[in-house]
């Protein structure tokens, strides 16, 4: 069978190379070329990197695939809408990240995360004119971790993923069952989506920051909070007096009151700087007593 692959992400990358090394990948098709900043050089995303280390030919037209005589397109977080005339010529089928209908969408991973769910999945369905409605040939299960980052979850997802795939591209797909359940939309994570509220429980802050790129405030700039644990115990000094936002120094970083709880604040990423351990910043920081994240 002759195949095409749409993608863009690292993680995608994994599957690009498996399926080279089983099928006839005719095609690669991924975003245009980007510039990391203003005066970097234009450079290529992780999917069309490793299809020219591969030798397979590369578009960033979607269009193009109807003119190679590809019978299946295999698509893996493309991030762009395919449209409907194209899908009539070029059959294609997509390994989303999640256990369809829920979380259809951008951010499935994301977004089971931050709901605290337990369980998720990936799932092969059939590309349609709709947001991951299409009939689905197979779905595999994986369990949340309590400390899964997205990054961590999404990549044992892809691997996952991979046999799935071949499976069905050996056995053939057949025509795929209808989604059934409760409907859910993993919409794109936005900077608020990761805006840490200090009010908020201690276990849904470190929901946040699993997810990656959490901030907050601190003496008005920005602090990202790269790594944290949490308990239900109260920030060690004096619990009476801590409000939440107030830390205090621990063994192991930065107890930082919560709603409920506290976080064990690792490693946070100063605004402009690299990350570096919560308790060398704080050191460099001189903390006051009473002084807070915001």
């Known amino acids: 069978m002759r195949l095409?692959?749409?993608?863009?992400?690292?993680?995608?990358?994994p599957v690009l190379e498996a399926l080279a090394d089983s099928h006839d990948v005719a095609l690669v098709i991924s975003r245009a070329d980007r510039r990391r900043s203003r005066r970097g050089q234009l450079e290529a995303s992780p999917v069309k990197a490793a299809a020219q280390r591969l030798g397979i030919p590369t578009t960033e037209r979607v269009r193009d695939v109807t003119a190679w005589e590809i019978e299946l397109g295999v698509v893996v977080a493309f991030g762009r809408i395919i449209k409907e005339d194209v899908l009539r010529r070029v059959p294609m089928v997509n390994l989303?990240?999640?256990?369809?209908p829920r979380w259809r969408g951008a951010a499935p991973v994301q977004r089971a995360i931050l709901a605290g769910d337990q369980e998720t999945g990936i799932c092969l369905m059939s590309l349609d004119e709709g947001l991951d409605t299409g009939p689905v040939h197979g779905c595999d299960r994986m369990p949340i971790k309590s400390d899964d980052t997205a990054d961590e979850?999404?990549?044992?997802?892809?691997?996952?993923?991979i046999p799935l795939l071949l499976r069905h591209l050996d056995e053939g797909l057949g025509s795929g069952s209808p989604q059934t359940g409760e409907a859910t939309y993993a919409e794109k994570i936005t900077a608020d989506d990761l805006r840490l509220r200090w009010t908020d429980p201690a276990v849904a802050l470190h929901r946040q920051i699993r997810v990656g790129a959490a901030w907050c405030r601190f003496r008005d700039r920005r602090l990202g909070v790269v790594d944290a644990t949490?308990?239900?115990?109260?920030?060690?000094?004096?619990p009476g007096e801590l409000d939440p936002g107030e830390l205090v120094s621990v063994e192991g970083g930065l107890a930082v009151a919560a709603g409920e709880g506290q976080l064990i604040?690792?490693?946070?990423?100063?605004?402009?700087?690299?990350?570096?351990?919560?308790?060398?910043?704080?050191n460099g920081a001189r903390l006051v007593a009473g002084e807070r994240l915001e």
Not at 230 to 238: A, F, K, V
């Open 4 to 13: 095409a692959f749409l993608g863009t992400p690292e993680f995608a990358v």
């Open 96 to 100: 989303h990240l999640s256990l369809l």
């Open 153 to 161: 979850l999404t990549d044992r997802l892809t691997q996952l993923g």
């Open 230 to 238: 949490w308990r239900t115990e109260p920030p060690e000094g004096d």
């Open 265 to 282: 604040v690792r490693q946070v990423k100063p605004e402009g700087r690299r990350s570096v351990p919560a308790l060398d910043w704080a």
